[in-house]
């Protein structure tokens, strides 16, 4: 199982956990398998079309998926992917 | 200019180091450094560069102490309250080093003046605290070929990077577009752990330092993140975007642009009263009158524990799908919150789900201090 880094902004969605763990072979599916676990989850990272918004990041490891094989890049279990959503508090 | 006999003792701890010394020191007193925003993070980047002896620092800021900043916006003291956050900070900051000229932009940034006011400072610091804001701070900074130091906090969690420094990506590269509006909270409705904007502000105020002295490695094509509550530092590569519409080969974006617009803000004009809404002052009439209805607070149990409204169930927004059964369909319901945006949401759903009576209290707990109960504390 590949685990998955979750930010505090959506730790709500996924019973306050900072980490968890989901099956697959690639992003896409490591994903699906984390917001079948967690459904509320899912429109916080996916649009209605069932695209992962734009003001979220999907990392594996330290590269942006935008810049490997996007959703279809290959996960295997010793990899650690990142949600990164826009935060843009500072006072 | 040569550094004046207080100031070679005053900053005789950088002069003795050879990273630094005379020449990094007159470099640090040559440049000029603007700051937008003194609040979380302005506030330990302001006080530490100017004891660092940065020549000219620019702030940007035109809001007012209050009571909520001071648990981090350490620039700013108790006997502040109640003035401009601006000229507070300029009095910190002269006791701290006043060989630093500092020029006051007491006004909000925006795309009329943004270019004006960027253009004559080396750096710009990145200390605001909504999308607008950031957007518009990194296009001017693109166009403009100037530096974006860039920190963000939320809660116990930050990020910090350099953009658009020497060909790297800038915050378009990393996010093309911003949340809409009220699906990311801001440090105001989701909080922020006071210390954190201290750790975040100084990574921002040590990679500024860092670029006037041309020492080190910056922190450009990366993106810091820090995560308080497990003390971890991660770091992941940020690419410059081929794609981006103001970075990128094919630039679309040539000026500044409406940000309100571009983050989905809708102008201010409409405070007609949506249907659903309730006052403040009508719910008291209600209450007073003994009317049969439902009254719920949707917000969390840490903020129940800090006030409560007399009356009112607790059912914390997450939690109303699942308690729906709960509530009577044919009762009138009114919801509250802190201010009036999760109680909207939650009738909203309610409406949408067989509960035609729901209404929201405007305003919410905050409102109900104000005009009804001034012994309900404020938050």
Redesign the interface.
């Known amino acids: 199982m590949a685990k998955v880094l979750i930010p505090t902004p959506l730790r709500q969605y996924v019973d306050k956990k900072d980490v968890v763990e989901a099956s697959g072979a690639s992003v896409a599916e490591v994903l699906t398998g984390v917001v079948t676990a967690h459904p509320s989850l899912k429109k916080q990272i996916y649009s209605d079309e069932g695209k992962l918004r734009s003001f979220v990041n999907v990392y594996v490891n330290d590269e942006d998926i935008r810049y490997l094989d996007k959703e279809k890049t290959a996960v295997t279990d010793a990899d650690t992917l990142s949600i990164v959503p826009s935060i843009a508090g500072g006072r | 200019m040569p550094l004046s006999q207080e100031e070679i003792l005053r900053y005789s701890r950088h002069l003795i180091m050879p990273e630094v010394g005379m020449e990094g020191q007159l470099k640090l007193k040559a440049a000029s450094v603007l700051l937008v925003?003194t609040?979380?993070?302005?506030a330990p980047l302001a006080m530490y560069l100017t004891a660092a002896g940065i020549g000219r620092i620019g702030l940007v800021d035109f809001?007012v102490v209050d009571h909520t900043?001071l648990h981090r916006?350490v620039i700013h003291g108790t006997k502040d309250v109640g003035k401009p956050k601006i000229d507070s900070a300029i009095e910190t900051m002269h006791d701290i080093n006043p060989n630093v000229v500092i020029d006051r932009h007491e006004v909000a940034l925006t795309s009329e003046n943004a270019l004006e006011i960027i253009k004559n400072y080396d750096i710009v610091v990145?200390?605001?605290?909504?999308?607008p804001t950031?957007y518009l701070v990194n296009d001017a900074c693109v166009l403009l070929g100037k530096p974006n130091v860039y920190?963000?906090?939320?809660?116990?969690?930050g990020?910090a990077t350099v953009f658009a420094y020497e060909g790297g990506p800038c915050y378009r590269c990393?996010?093309?577009?911003?949340?809409p509006p009220g699906?990311?909270?801001?440090?105001a409705e989701?909080g922020?752990l006071g210390i954190l904007?201290g750790v975040i502000g100084l990574i921002q105020a040590t990679e500024t330092v860092k670029l006037i002295l041309g020492i080190g490695e910056p922190l450009k094509g990366r993106?810091l993140?820090y995560?308080a509550?497990?003390m971890k530092f991660?770091?992941?590569?940020?690419?410059r975007?081929p794609e981006c519409p103001i970075c990128g080969e094919h630039s679309t974006i040539k000026e500044l642009i409406d940000y309100q617009e571009f983050c989905g803000i809708p102008q201010k004009q409409e405070e007609v009263p949506v249907t659903g809404d309730i006052t403040v002052t009508e719910v008291k009439a209600k209450l007073d009158r003994k009317d049969d209805f439902t009254f719920v607070d949707v917000r969390e149990p840490h903020e129940w524990q800090i006030c409560r409204i007399e009356g009112t169930t607790l059912i914390p927004m997450?939690d109303v799908p699942k308690r729906l059964g709960e509530l009577d369909q044919d009762a009138e319901i009114v919801v509250h919150c802190k201010m009036g945006g999760r109680s909207a949401k939650v009738v909203d759903f309610l409406k949408a789900n067989g509960y035609p009576k729901a209404r929201n209290m405007v305003g919410g707990i905050l409102e109900w201090s104000a005009k009804i109960d001034p012994s309900v504390p404020k938050y």
């Open positions: 925003g609040g979380g993070l302005g809001d900043n916006q990145d200390g605001t605290d909504n999308f950031r920190g963000s906090i939320f809660r116990f969690e990020q990393l996010y093309a577009e911003p949340p699906l990311v909270p801001s440090c989701g922020v904007p993106l993140l995560d509550l497990n991660r770091e992941l590569k940020l690419r975007n997450n």
